[in-house]
């Protein structure tokens, strides 16, 4: 592929709980059966190399079938942001990295860490640590720039929705990354089956046609969509119409239309979700405000009329600079484990242990819908069958423990802009929006509105935060500041069960370089 070293060879560069409101009887017990497992297993048989089409169309027939394929109609990808597994599935006894440090758990303020966490590709190989015939260490975490917020791990408090349905359905824990890089690599990855040997945010220089997954699915009449969790102003200033066919435009379309088609029956045979500024769960974003969005996300599938039907897969783009224990395979080029979690009533509920990417979710499609691989790369994967038993009884409809009416949403001036890192005892403005499941303004909804803060420990807040305000028309705006650097972490409940939270970072004298940064994603997704 390109993207790490040859066998052999140098690779050449580089919790605590929160107290949620909604439906939570019943959760510790369930979330206390999970069992995770860190350790390698052996690599599938079906992800051996099937480069030609001719041979992937015969390995299709072999492993998911007709059977599968009236079974499965509609596949859904919900992708968040940069988490490894390890990051929000701790290892038993918070394993150690590498031999010279430990994994460290978040405490109940600390609902994220701060922008701080270096994702590149030249940072993340030397965090990786190669070294010759010994593979990658996975032990440079606390170098500089990483620090302690790299080797952070979150219980299972924080993720509350993620946890029931990894124990309730399904989840992989050899997962990998499909490249050492950040965002837009590995999201061209996972729809392209190749990132055109450009590894940066940057804007990828490839000429078009992209042939990705669209394209593809376009070619063989199968329907499909991209749901955004974002004002359509907003649109334009991505990357996804360079992914997709011409006259395809209104396929690149809302969250909130997500909902709609979901009730109307109009869902397409491939839903691409991604979420909105405040609920990927990249830092400094809150991971539980994510998880709730995710929480209304699968409520709505397993509650629709397509329950049946679904395959969904919630998945991470990449592990964001995170630690994690087990290496990835040299030859590979993949970079760190990342959560991957199967939804779907015939989930074998259990824990799947053969090596993927999140390219396989395109060879689980193709294989189910007999279409070709688009890259080598794609023809290599492990296409998901041996996670589904199209067999046997099927599995209960979800019942999401935390899944509001509502979110609030926290966030700077606007919709497209993060809560800011301050310094101490300087005023700070939040924006808070009463926001619906597709993320947009519920602008009918209006009353009292409850905050309480998580200080760090042995800090006191004084007068500066403000405990109680009111949305009118879906709005709100706080003013606060905070006596220390550290994490704070808002929890906010208003009308009709709606609930959100946010961390806010405040900084030490060593950290002024990132104060007031806020606004677009840089990535271009």
Known sequence: MGAGPASGTSPGGAGGLMRPVIRMAGLVPAI???????????????????????????????????LGSRRIRHVIEIMLENHTFANLFPPP?????????????????????????????????????????????????????????????????????????????????????PVIGPTRPNIMMALNGTAHGWYFNRRNP???????????????????????????WLHPRQSWYQLIPRGHRADVTTASRFYAD???????????????????????????????????????????????????????DEGGGFWDPVPPPVASGYGTRTPFVIVSPWARQRVFQQRLTNVSILSFMQHLWHMPPLTRLNAQQNDLAGAFDFRRRRLPRPHLPVAPSATIGFHGRNIASE????????????YLDAETAGLSLSA????????????????RLGAGFTKRTALVAGRAMIRVRFPAPGYYRIEASGPDASVGWTTVVVLGPNQRAYAGTSGFSRSGF
């Open 419 to 430: 809560v800011r890192a301050v310094l101490p005892d300087r005023w700070l403005r939040i």
């Open 93 to 177: 006894g918070h394993r150690r990295a590498g031999a010279r440090v430990a994994s460290v758990l978040a405490p109940a303020n600390e609902g994220d860490v701060q922008g701080g966490v270096d994702n590149g590709r030249a940072a993340e190989r030397r965090a990786m640590d190669y070294r010759p015939g010994r593979g990658y260490r996975m032990d440079g975490y606390t170098r500089p720039p990483y620090g302690k917020s790299a080797i952070t791990t979150f219980g299972p408090g924080f993720d509350p929705n993620l946890q029931y349905l990894a124990h309730a359905y399904e989840y992989a824990d050899r997962n990998f990354q």
């Open 206 to 232: 490839h000429p078009r046609p992209w042939h990705s997954i669209f394209d593809e699915l376009t070619k063989y009449r199968h329907s499909w969509k991209i749901y955004l969790g974002l004002p359509t």
């Open 262 to 316: 979901l009730s109307r029956g109009h869902l397409p045979r491939f839903s691409f979700i991604r979420p909105g500024f405040g609920y990927s769960e990249e830092p400094r974003e809150d991971i539980s405000e994510g998880d709730a969005w995710l929480g209304q996300l699968v409520n709505a599938v397993g509650h629709s009329r397509y329950w049946r039907s679904t395959a969904l897969f919630i998945t991470y």
């Open 444 to 459: 009918s909804m209006s009353g009292p509105l409850s905050l309480t803060v998580l200080p760090p420990k042995g800090v």
């Open 32 to 66: 206390a059966l999970i069992v995770l497992t860190a350790g390698l297993a052996p690599a599938s048989g079906a992800a051996r190399d099937a480069a030609s089409p001719a041979r992937a169309a015969r390995a299709a027939q072999d492993s998911l079938g007709s």
